[in-house]
Each structure stands twice: as C-alpha cells, then as structure tokens.
C-alpha cells in the first residue's frame, strides 16, 4: 500500500473517530492542537488504526506520535 | 536589573489586571482543569473579555470558542495554555504571534518528568525570548486576583478566597488549593494569590518585586521549595522590607535535606543548605515559617491590625490558668508584662469585683460577662504602659462567648493603634466566638502560646524596621595578588586542599593574625626554626592526604627545648605512618605555641543559591559535638559580625561571666570581617577553617592556630 493511499484511510478514519469534516484535515495537521483530540480520543484513533490497517502497533510509541504525516509514515512501517 | 527581570516587571500588570484572557486548550469536558478553568474565570465575574480557545469546540460555557488564538480578531492581554505539555510550545507559538505578552501554563509534564520535560521547558524558554513574553509556570494552578475591580480567579481551585491584603505565591500547586481552603474556613482575604510551578521564567524574585509594589498588598507570603539565586532574593525582599515596610514571610521545604555530612571542612560539615538558607533569611528581615499554621498567625497579626510600638502586653482572661499558661509564653518569646498606670489599676479596683486580679495578668473571673472585659479591654489600652492586649476566654457556663466576641471587635475598633490578639480556648462552643473574631479580622489563635509567639514576631519585625542600613567594611592593605596567585596555582595543579602553611599565608595576606612560623623537612631544621622563633612551639605534620591531624597524632604542643623539638618531629613521623599509612608527608610544620585562650572557629563555604557564607562559633576539637555555630551570608559588617558572637549558646564565656576575665571581642570581630572581604574576594575558596582561632584576654588579641583551605 503506498503512503498516499494510507493518508487518505487515516485521515478517513481521524475523521470519523473525531468527528469533523475530513477536508479540513491538513497533512500535518496536530492530534491535539489542531484537531482538538483529547486523551481518550487518542486511544480510540490507535485502536481505529489497527482495526482500519489490520495492524497491533506499540501502544507507547503510537502515543507519542502527534501529527497525521507522523502517524502516516509509523503505520506504513508496519505494512512494510 | 536583567533584560529579562524588565521585560517581565511591564509584562506583569498584564498578568495580573487583564482586560482580556483567552484559555487555550478549553474543553467542554466537566471535572477537567481545561473546562473548570474557564468556568471559574466565568462565575467569579471577571470585568473583562473571555475567549476560550479550542479546535474541538464551537461554544464552551455557552461562550464562543476559537479554533486558534490567531483567529480572535480582539487583542489579548493573558492567554492561559492548558493543553497537554506535548503541544504547549504550538500554542505559546500562536501566543507570540499573536502579540501576547503574558502567558500562564497550567499543564504539567515538564521539568517534573525528566529529560523529555526539560527538552519541553527550553523550548518554551526560546518562543518567550524571542517574543519578549513572559511565562508563569508551567506546572501551577494560575492565578487569582480579588481586587473586586477585576475578580479574576484564572486557577482550578475550588473557590475564590476572600478579598484582603495577604498576597500569596506558592512554587507547589497543590499546596495552593489547601492553603485557599485553610484561609477559607478562617476568612483569611488574599490580595493576590499566585502559583508560579515551574517557574521555567517568571520566579519568586520577579512576583515578590512586584507584589512589594502592590498597593493592594500588605504582608507577602512565599512558599518555596528551590532558590535558584540566594542573593537577588536577599536584595529584593530587603529592598522591600526596609524601603515599603512589608512583612515577607516564606516557608521553605526542605528543612531536612542532608546534604553536608560528607563534607572534608569543620565548616563544610555544619553549614548544611538549610542553616545557610536560615542565616540569609535573617540577614535580609525575612521571616521563616515552619508550617501553614505558623505562616498565618504571623500573617493575620501583620494584615489585621497595627504593629505594636513596644513589647508590653496586658492579658486578660476569664481564667487563672490559662492566664498563668499566657505569663509564661509571653516572657519565653521575649515580651514583657505590662505594669498598669495608677489610674488604671484605680479604675479596675473600682469597676471590677473585688475577687477579681487586677495586676496583670487580669483575672475578670469565670462568671465574667462582656462588660468586664469592656472595662478590662477600655482601660489598658488607654494605658500608655501598654503597647498590645491578649484577650483570653474559656467556656463557662454562663460565659456570653459571642457577646464577648462583639465587645472585643467593638473596643479594638475604638482604640485602635494599639493591636489586639485573641484566644478563644476550645473548640465547640467557642466556634461561634472565634467566627466573629476572624469575620472582623481580630486574630485569634487556639492556643496562647502561639498568640505570644506571634506577637513576638510582629514585635521584633517592627523593632528591626527602626533600625539603619547595615554597613560592611571593605579593609585596605590586602594582599589580594597574592592570595590570588597561590590559590590559582593550587587550582592549576589539580589540588583540591591547601595544607596549613599555605593557608596561613593566604590567611595571612588578608590581615588574619598568624604566628611566626616555618618548615622543617629533617630535626635539625626543626630546631633551627623553633630556636628562631622562641619557646614553645607547636609540630604539626604537613600532607595533602591528612585532613584532620589531631586523628592521627600528628600534633605535639607545648613543646620547650631543641630535644623535645627532636622527639617531637620523630614521633609525629611514626605516629602517621602508622596511624594513616601511605600517607605522603611533604614536612613538619612548626609554629609559635600561643598562650592559653578561648577557642574560636571561624570558617567559609560558598553555597550554591547564597554564594559565600561566613561560620563563626566554638571551637576546638569538640565543634560537630556541641555545633555552636552560627552563619551569616558575606559580606559581613561589623554590627552583623558582632550578633554572630552574641548569637551563640556560649557567648557568656566570650564576654566573662563568673569571674572569667573578658576576652578580645573587638579582634574577633576584625577577623570574621577580613574572612568575609577573603570569602568575597577568593571565589577559589570552596570552604575554609580556622580552627582555632585561640581569642587572648580583652585588648591582647587572638591568633590562627590552625587553617586549611579547600579549592
């Protein structure tokens, strides 16, 4: 899968998960300070993605990644 | 005064009377800080403009939110940032941008977490410099101000405290809301009421300065745990005691911390941070409370009523022993009783009942009821003997505790110059006195002698106040080059101690009295040096890997002749070899042996926050025995090198008593102010003995016996 169509799935399921327009998803757009995710929110997006890309990711380090280009690029490196 | 320290001064007016605050990270979650924050500045009645700030939220509290700070088209003065640490440098960013000027970070998880947290503060520190904005925080509670012009309570306590004249700033957070609820119950007000966490910019020195502005702001109340710069908070809180007449009252944590007890000098393993920490504090009018409680017994005596001209007091109770219980503690804390005029005593004779003790302490008796203590209360303070009256009551049955109460309200309002203190003993059924006493800002205190204690603060601050600015000689004549020279070279050569003869020389250069002296590498040196010299003298053995010689026998006194010279030099040798073998020895140190005197030790070390402290106290072998020792941070005067003599337990036996002549005062106190300009000047001593300084008869003077110098 390359990383284009990986964007558009995690963006699609930011989307769903915070409830907001997926257009107004920026590349680079922040979890929490553009999204406004709040904590809880950001372990239901983990567990979105793993269903989404049918992955189990280090909760600890999925935690630390902050932006949609991040998340992007840690979620392709399990579906290499 | 810093860029930064200026910066901060304009920008905290902003802080603490904002026109308009924008809370940055709001949530419509009810029960988080994000969303209490907001609603607490909403329900207190801010006179100003709110603007929460989230990119989840259109309304929050029914007010309109903000995806970004940038999109509010009105300016701010305050933004308070309440996003999880990982994000506060985007919203601090957005701040800059924007053209705030001071902002709050409430969030934790910085400084407190470890590296990843301290990465996070530098960050912060970088987007305020380059904005010129300044940071409270991050890691605190916020703010609050009840100034009822503003009502702005910017924090995530529970309530807003009470209007007053007590400004509080606090390092913890959470001690923050215990102290509000504390105040609370006995309607303590607060002027302003400051968390500064982290303090990664804004600190202690930069909020107290302004608070010594404050004109809302009578007595300043800090609560610390780490001083970064000993020195400029001395300066400021002097600066404002001296210059604004304002209590400052701190009560550091940490009393103890352990940190001296593997230190090399006598003075290294006495001066531990608290005692230093201690001694700065007086040295700069600042008070030290042990707890809460103590903090605001001072604190309600300083902001309640006037300071008292002098220490007599009158008591007057309602029963005899508590009466006796107040006697004792008032004269243990200093304070004397006051003896009544004629016409007072003639006026309670005549208006009191006969059964009644109209001495002080006055007894008004058991069955007493609110017009004894109006007579009782009246006429003391009338009386120009008395500078203070306690008022004492315990819970009779007939005792009309809530009349009594208003009757004490009503009489200190009438005389009012003179301060009142109260102790209503008990707890239930005097409650509903003791309310009325706090409601109309009578102190009162559950025990008397907590009553005596802080009068006997307000006291002594007052007392301290009428004094002049200190003075420190600076001494001319000092052979600093020298000094200089051999400490650096010391330094140099990787040495971390000077042995005696070395620090007798720089001891020496600084006008300190040392004898004649020299040192002998064979016996028939020694004796060439002793003859020199004169009989008797003293052998020392010399060695960088000897820290305290006596432990090793490698000290012979009194020594009178070329043949006890020689014995003396052959033992000191094989005493070390065989008490600390290995031991290098670089000599045998001879000196003039001094006649019999007191023995003093005077010593340096150079703390981290206060920078160069000075040790005076007994001396001899038996020093971390007894610890009769007192600090003082240098320089040092002459009036503040004379309370240090007078400070210890065994001043008596410097000064004569019981037919001990006096010794020479007047050559203690040159000393302990030539060590002092040394301490100041010498930044390469670490620490520093003279141990002794053997202190001769009154006007014969004192002499070094032994020194060392750690680099």
Redesign the interface.
């Known amino acids: 899968m390359d990383k284009k169509e990986v964007q558009k799935r995690v963006k699609n399921v930011v989307a769903k998960v ?1 409830k ?1 327009n997926e257009a107004e998803i920026a590349d680079d757009a ?1 979890f ?8 809880l929110q950001s372990v239901q997006l983990i567990a979105a993605f793993e269903e989404e890309f049918d992955i189990e990711m280090d909760e600890d380090k999925a935690l630390e990644v ?1 932006t949609i280009s991040d998340s992007v690029d840690f979620i392709a490196s399990y579906l290499e | 005064m810093t860029t930064r320290f200026k910066i901060h001064q304009k920008n905290l007016k902003k802080f603490i009377y904002p026109d308009s605050v924008a809370i940055i990270g709001a ?1 419509n ?1 009810k029960g988080t800080v994000p969303h209490d924050i907001l609603l607490n500045i909403l329900n207190t009645g801010f006179n100003g403009k709110i603007f929460p700030v ?4 259109k309304f929050i509290a029914e007010v309109k939110a903000y995806k970004y700070v940038v999109d509010i088209a009105d300016p701010i003065d305050l933004a308070i940032i309440v ?2 640490s ?2 506060c440098h ?2 601090l960013e957005q701040c800059g941008q924007k053209g705030i000027k001071a902002v709050i970070i409430i969030s934790a998880g910085f400084k407190e977490v470890g590296e990843a947290g301290i990465e996070r503060e530098k960050k912060l520190k970088e987007i305020a410099e380059k904005y010129d904005m300044s940071i409270i925080g991050p890691n605190c509670l916020g703010i609050i101000n009840t100034d009822p012009g503003l009502n702005l309570n910017a924090s995530f306590a529970r309530k807003m405290p009470e209007e007053g004249n007590i400004g509080f700033l606090s390092q913890s957070g959470a001690l923050c809301t215990a102290v509000l609820d504390y105040a609370r119950a006995k309607h303590i007000g607060f002027s302003k009421f400051i968390s500064f966490g982290n303090k990664v910019d804004i600190n202690e020195i930069d909020l107290l300065y302004y608070l010594g502005d404050d004109e809302k702001t009578k007595v300043i109340l800090i609560y610390l745990e780490e001083i970064r710069d000993g020195r400029a908070l001395m300066k400021t809180a002097s600066d404002i005691i001296s210059k604004r007449g304002k209590p400052i009252l701190i009560l550091k944590a940490g009393r103890t911390t352990a940190g001296a007890s593997a230190a090399a000098s006598h003075t290294g393993s006495l001066a531990g941070s608290d005692e230093i920490c201690d001694a700065a504090f007086e040295q700069a009018g600042i008070i030290r409370c042990d707890n809460i409680e103590e903090m605001f017994n001072n604190a309600i005596a300083f902001s309640y009523q006037p300071l008292p001209e002098n220490k007599r007091i009158a008591i007057i109770t309602n029963a005899g022993g508590p009466g006796v219980l107040t006697t004792d503690a008032a004269i243990d804390e200093g304070l004397e009783l006051a003896g009544f005029s004629e016409d007072t005593t003639k006026i309670l004779k005549k208006n009191l009942p006969a059964t009644a003790n109209i001495k002080n302490p006055i007894d008004v008796i058991g069955d007493a009821r609110d017009d004894r203590y109006n007579i009782a209360m009246s006429n003391t303070f009338k009386d120009d003997n008395v500078d203070g009256v306690f008022v004492i009551l315990t819970p009779q049955s007939m005792t009309d505790i809530d009349l009594i109460a208003h009757e004490v309200v009503k009489v200190s309002g009438k005389y009012n110059n003179k301060p009142v203190y109260t102790s209503f003993m008990g707890e239930a059924d005097v409650s509903v006195g003791i309310d009325i006493l706090q409601r109309n800002k009578i102190p009162h205190y559950s025990l008397p002698e907590n009553m005596c204690k802080s009068f006997a603060c307000v006291y002594n601050f007052k007392k301290r106040s009428n004094h002049k600015a200190l003075e420190t000689k600076v001494f001319t004549g000092i052979d600093k080059i020298m000094a200089h020279t051999v400490l650096n070279e010391a330094i140099k050569t990787g040495r971390s101690y000077l042995p005696e003869e070395e620090s007798v020389r720089i001891i020496e250069s600084y006008g300190l009295p040392v004898l004649e002296n020299g040192v002998a590498n064979s016996k028939e040196q020694a004796v060439y040096i002793a003859d020199k010299i004169g009989y008797p003298v003293v052998m020392k053995v010399i060695s960088d890997d000897i820290v305290h010689k006596f432990d090793v026998k490698g000290v012979v006194l009194n020594i009178k002749s070329a043949k006890e010279v020689q014995e003396a030099y052959t033992s000191i040798r094989e005493n070390v070899e065989r008490l600390q073998p290995g031991a290098r020895i670089k000599g045998i140190f001879v000196t003039k042996m001094i006649p019999a005197g007191e023995e003093v030790i005077l010593g340096i070390k150079r703390d981290p926050s206060f920078g160069p402290v000075i040790m005076f106290g007994l001396g001899g072998i038996f020093v971390e025995i007894f610890k009769d020792v007192c600090f003082r941070v240098a320089p040092v005067g002459k009036q503040v090198a004379s309370s240090m003599i007078q400070q210890l337990k065994t001043y008596q036996i410097l000064s004569g008593k019981r037919g001990n002549p006096p010794r020479d005062i007047e050559a203690i106190l040159d000393c302990i102010m030539r060590l002092s300009q040394m301490a100041v000047e010498c930044p390469q001593i670490q620490e520093l003995d003279i141990n002794p300084l053997i202190v001769l008869d009154e006007n014969k003077g004192c002499f070094v016996a032994d020194a060392k110098i750690m680099l």
Do not use: M
């Open positions: 915070l907001i922040n929490i300070f553009d999204l406004g995710a709040g904590s902050q | 949530n979650v989230s990119p989840g939220e996003f999880p990982s994000v985007l919203a």
